[in-house]
Every structure is written in structure tokens, then in C-alpha cells.
């Protein structure tokens, strides 16, 4: 359990006005959580604070070899006022996977949900509430040692932000155009990809100027070996339903273990669907797109919740997915994750939603 110190801002900056539109991650709110790491203290000094520049010399170790890890979850105005979150515990395991591949030093999962609730609750009155809205919160670890040679740091800083914001893609709900890469690849297997951590989104940026320039709005990676095999979006994992079956690309170590996919899964079997996580190929997508047994393709992640995807390219092909709308599985999802999110329906699994107060 985290002692945590609380100073409160004198000079509370302006919330943005109900029915501003927020972007995504442009807008910051008045506190942040800060603690330190030291090596052969541990983590210690775990304070909430008014949200600051951080002061670091141009020689700390994350400008120059990238060893940090982030998270992302959002905070929502539940429909009796209180503030919640969806699913923390998953974030603080996933963050202590990272912490691991990284070697950055774990962080106890109960301390990691403690501090995303104390934040969250100190700045709750900043909980947007239109529809789609929600307060993305974004933890993350920094190396901070005054050194160049390549070693893991012996001091890091673990901060937690907070923002204020509407859907992820300008589109909303309308489906996006996804790009599939043939050229660059993202992450492979005994690699990085498994973590939340900047190198795989440094490495992503590239293809993703690409896709943006042909008009497309995200990148779908294929896997670096044979680049053959579908891996994941951008920002998001990715969902086919091909003949009635939920279909999605295994673990395999180069895609990230999201937490909305593995409450997508979850629910699409707890609806009776019959849920594949195995190897698809392009080849396979193609095929299944030119029969007409691919009926839906959408994203799952934090930003982007669910996510319907319209059109996908690969070299010369462009599919059009279903009648280019979203499809009813996609919208029943939809409806169903952010519903609980918000305590319009009931969490069915008891640990879905949960009370930043308690
Ligand atoms: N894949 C990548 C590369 C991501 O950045 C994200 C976003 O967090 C996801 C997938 C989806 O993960 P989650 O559902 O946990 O947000
Ligand atoms: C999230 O969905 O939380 C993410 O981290 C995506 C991010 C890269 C914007």
C-alpha cells in the first residue's frame, strides 16, 4: 500500500466546457502522480502534485536508448456520478509485463491500481460526460539516470497524466480505411512487440505517414518473418467475422495483449459465438472477402474502443468489408463495452467496473 503525499494546484487551470470537442490527448488536467525509483531502495515518495514539467538532464538514459514503458486506460463518469475505471488490474499486469521484457523494476500491481485511483479521484471533476467522451489516463516509466552507456537505469520516474478526451479517430464511429504494409514490419517474435513501450510506436511511424498519404487512416501490420500473417493495427487489435466465426490473431509475442480484445473475446463467447485466436493470412482475408464470408473487420483498444474498419488495401487489392458501414456484431460490441464502462449496463463479470472511491 502507497503512502501518498497530496498537494493540491492553488491556480486550478479552465475545464473544458460540456460540448467542446476534445480531440484526443490534447488536453491535460491539474494534478499528475509522481514516484521515484532508486536502485536499492525501491519505489519511493509517491506523490500526487499540480501537473509540471518535468526537469531531466539532455544525458538521462531514456532520450537516448528508449527504455520506458506506458500504459492506457480511461476514467468514466458512471450513471450515478461516481468516477470508474474499466478493468485497471489488466493495465498493471500488462505494465509489469513490459516492466520485465524492459528491464525496468516491476511495480506491485495493487500500488499501479492505487495510484491510477488516487489521480483519477483527486481530478475526477475533470471526467468529461458527453457521449463518447471519457478521461484517458496514461501511466508511464521513464529511465533517468545521467549516463549514455547502454545498461538498464538504476533511477526511473513512474508519472501518471490525465486527459480529457472524445473518440481516438476524427471518423468516430464511422468505419476507418486500414493500410495492410507489405514493406516495413513492426516488431517480431522474442522482440518488443508484446510491450507497451515507445520503440514499437517510433518504429510504426513511417508506415503510418504512408498510409495517411495514399488516404488511409491506420496501418495493419503483417508479421516480419514471411509478413504473411496478420498481426495488429496501429493502436488497436484486430477482429474478423468470417462465416459467422469471431476470428483474431494469436499471442505469439509481436502483437500487444490488449485489454478490450480480451473482453471482446470474452463477451462474443459469453454470446455463443465460436471465437478463433489463430494465424490469418492476407491470402486467406482475400479470398474470404471475394466469397463474401468475411462479414465484419473491426480494431479493439483503450482509444479506440470498437473500432469498424470499412476498407482494407493490400498491394493491388482493396476490400470493401460488407456493405463498407458498421456491422451488427461490431455495433452490439459497441454498445455493450462502453455500456458498461459507463454503469449503463450492468458489469456481468464483477471486476469490470470499478469505483476509483472504494
Ligand atoms: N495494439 C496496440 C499497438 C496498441 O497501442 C493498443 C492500445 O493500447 C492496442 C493494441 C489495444 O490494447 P488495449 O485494448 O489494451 O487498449
Ligand atoms: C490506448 O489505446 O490506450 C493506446 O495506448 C493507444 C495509443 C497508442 C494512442
Known amino acids: 500500500m502507497l503512502n501518498i503525499r497530496i498537494e493540491r494546484t492553488a491556480n486550478p487551470r479552465k475545464k473544458p466546457e460540456p460540448g467542446a470537442p476534445l480531440g484526443f490527448g490534447k488536453i491535460f488536467t491539474d494534478h499528475m502522480f509522481v514516484m521515484n525509483y532508486t536502485e536499492g531502495q525501491g519505489w519511493h515518495d509517491a506523490r500526487i502534485v499540480p501537473y509540471q514539467k518535468i526537469p531531466l538532464e539532455p544525458s538521462?538514459?531514456?532520450?537516448?536508448?528508449?527504455?520506458?514503458?506506458?500504459?492506457?486506460?480511461?476514467?468514466?463518469?458512471?450513471?450515478?456520478?461516481?468516477?470508474?475505471?474499466?478493468?485497471?488490474?489488466?493495465?498493471?499486469?500488462?505494465?509489469?509485463?513490459?516492466?520485465?521484457?524492459?528491464?525496468?523494476?516491476?511495480?506491485?500491481?495493487?500500488?499501479?491500481?492505487?495510484?491510477?485511483?488516487?489521480v483519477v479521484s483527486v481530478?475526477?471533476?475533470?471526467?468529461?460526460?458527453?457521449?463518447?467522451?471519457?478521461?484517458?489516463?496514461?501511466?508511464?516509466?521513464?529511465?533517468?539516470?545521467?549516463?549514455?552507456?547502454?545498461?538498464?537505469?538504476?533511477?526511473?520516474?513512474?508519472?501518471?497524466?490525465?486527459?480529457?478526451?472524445?473518440?481516438?479517430?476524427?471518423?468516430?464511429?464511422?468505419?476507418?480505411?486500414?493500410?495492410?504494409?507489405?514493406?516495413?514490419?513492426?516488431?517480431?517474435?522474442?522482440?518488443?512487440?508484446?510491450?507497451?513501450?515507445?520503440?514499437?510506436?517510433?518504429?510504426?511511424?513511417?508506415?503510418?505517414?504512408?498510409?495517411?498519404?495514399?488516404?488511409?487512416?491506420?496501418?495493419?501490420?503483417?508479421?516480419?518473418?514471411?509478413?504473411?500473417?496478420?498481426?495488429?493495427?496501429?493502436?488497436?487489435?484486430?477482429?474478423?467475422?468470417?462465416?459467422?466465426?469471431?476470428?483474431?490473431?494469436?499471442?505469439?509475442?509481436?502483437?500487444?495483449?490488449?485489454?478490450?480484445?480480451?473482453?471482446v473475446i470474452t463477451l462474443c463467447r459469453d454470446w455463443g459465438y465460436e471465437v478463433e485466436e489463430r494465424r490469418i493470412s492476407v491470402d486467406e482475408l482475400i479470398e474470404a472477402q471475394k466469397t463474401g464470408a468475411l462479414e465484419e473487420c473491426f480494431g479493439t483498444g483503450t482509444a479506440a474502443v470498437i473500432s469498424p474498419v470499412g476498407k482494407l488495401r493490400y498491394v493491388d487489392d482493396v476490400m470493401v468489408i460488407g456493405d463498407g458501414g458498421i456491422g451488427p456484431v461490431s455495433q452490439k460490441l459497441y454498445d455493450t463495452v462502453t455500456g458498461i464502462q459507463s454503469g449503463a449496463i450492468k458489469d456481468p463479470y464483477g471486476n469490470w467496473h470499478v469505483c476509483v472511491d472504494d
Not at 474499466?86 to 492505487?114: G, H, T, W, Y
Not at 496501418?219 to 500473417?229: A, M
Not at 487489435?237 to 502483437?255: A, Q
Request: net charge neutral; aromatic share 12%.
Open 60 to 118: 538521462a538514459m531514456v532520450f537516448h536508448y528508449g527504455q520506458t514503458m506506458f500504459e492506457g486506460l480511461k476514467a468514466y463518469k458512471g450513471t450515478d456520478g461516481r468516477a470508474y475505471l474499466f478493468r485497471p488490474d489488466m493495465n498493471a499486469k500488462r505494465a509489469n509485463a513490459s516492466n520485465d521484457r524492459l528491464c525496468i523494476p516491476r511495480i506491485p500491481e495493487e500500488d499501479f491500481v492505487q495510484a491510477v485511483k488516487a
Open 123 to 263: 481530478d475526477q471533476e475533470w471526467i468529461p460526460s458527453d457521449p463518447g467522451t471519457s478521461l484517458y489516463v496514461r501511466p508511464f516509466i521513464i529511465a533517468t539516470d545521467e549516463f549514455l552507456g547502454v545498461a538498464p537505469s538504476k533511477t526511473y520516474l513512474f508519472i501518471i497524466i490525465l486527459s480529457p478526451s472524445g473518440a481516438y479517430y476524427a471518423s468516430g464511429l464511422n468505419p476507418v480505411g486500414i493500410w495492410i504494409e507489405d514493406e516495413y514490419v513492426r516488431a517480431v517474435r522474442g522482440g518488443i512487440g508484446f510491450a507497451k513501450t515507445g520503440g514499437n510506436y517510433a518504429a510504426s511511424l513511417i508506415a503510418q505517414v504512408k498510409a495517411h498519404d495514399e488516404g488511409f487512416s491506420q496501418v495493419l501490420w503483417l508479421d516480419g518473418v514471411e509478413r504473411k500473417y496478420i498481426e495488429e493495427v496501429g493502436a488497436m487489435n484486430i477482429f474478423f467475422k468470417i462465416n459467422g466465426k469471431i476470428v483474431t490473431p494469436m499471442l505469439s509475442g509481436s502483437i500487444l495483449p490488449g485489454i478490450t480484445r480480451n473482453s
